[in-house]
Each structure stands twice: as structure tokens, then as C-alpha cells.
């Protein structure tokens, strides 16, 4: 399994930005997420979503961002918007041999396969 992420870069508060992750080697239907990192802390969950539907995301973001898999090409976005400063990070592009949890994102150690990464910094 390969995941390639794109789309990272710079905005400024209230813009908005698109993260691609290009995946290669996954069943179908499986779930696929970001987490995002930011200085000093753990990855946190972000947003998740699988072919059967179910979406999930962090508290944080939601209203703001969407997830969602272009099947045709194997291909998970996250589109976000009304970007805020705390929105800085990198942002990790993950997977999983099995669906998503329903309501919920679930840790970091329940995917797999990871990403190398894409830095997103949220400017005033």
C-alpha cells in the first residue's frame, strides 16, 4: 500500500486549502483518514471516511472541512475552509485494511499505512 499526499502549502486565516492523497494497493471500502500533527503534540484524528459512507471528524473541523474518496481514481481529499491558525500542521494521509468505525475516527495505531506528510501553515 502507498500513500502519496499533495496539496499542503500556506493560507491565510479564513482561506481555504485541498489536500489529495493518492492511494495505491488498498481493498475496497477501506478506510482512509487524515490526522494532523502539529508542534509539540501527537497525531490527532482529523476526518475518516470509507466507501460504505461512514464519515467522521474531529470537533475541531467540522463545519469546516470535508472529506470525502474519489473511488474512480483511489483518491482522498480534504478540502478546508475557513481556515483557522490552530489549523496549522502537518497533515497525514492514513489507511486500513477494513472500514471505518461508525461516529467515530478511532487512534492513530488502528491504520496501517501512512503518508509521508503535507505542511499546511495557517497565517493571520
Known amino acids: 500500500v502507498q500513500l502519496v499526499e499533495s496539496g499542503g502549502g500556506s493560507a491565510q486565516a479564513g482561506g481555504s486549502l485541498r489536500l489529495s492523497c493518492a492511494a495505491s494497493?488498498?481493498?475496497?471500502?477501506?478506510?482512509m483518514g487524515w490526522f494532523r500533527r502539529s508542534v509539540g503534540d501527537t497525531r490527532v484524528g482529523i476526518a475518516s471516511t470509507d466507501g460504505n459512507g461512514r464519515t467522521s471528524y474531529a470537533d475541531s473541523v467540522k463545519d469546516r472541512f470535508t472529506v470525502s474518496i474519489d473511488n474512480a481514481d483511489n483518491t482522498l481529499y480534504l478540502q478546508m475552509s475557513n481556515l483557522k491558525l490552530e489549523d496549522t500542521g502537518m497533515y497525514y494521509c492514513?489507511?486500513?485494511?477494513?472500514?471505518?468505525?461508525?461516529?467515530?475516527?478511532?487512534?492513530?495505531?488502528?491504520?496501517?499505512?501512512w503518508g509521508q506528510g503535507t505542511q499546511v501553515t495557517v497565517s493571520a
Open positions: 494497493g488498498l481493498i475496497f471500502n477501506s478506510c
Open positions: 492514513a489507511a486500513r485494511d477494513y472500514g471505518c468505525y461508525a461516529g467515530s475516527i478511532g487512534p492513530q495505531r488502528d491504520f496501517s499505512y
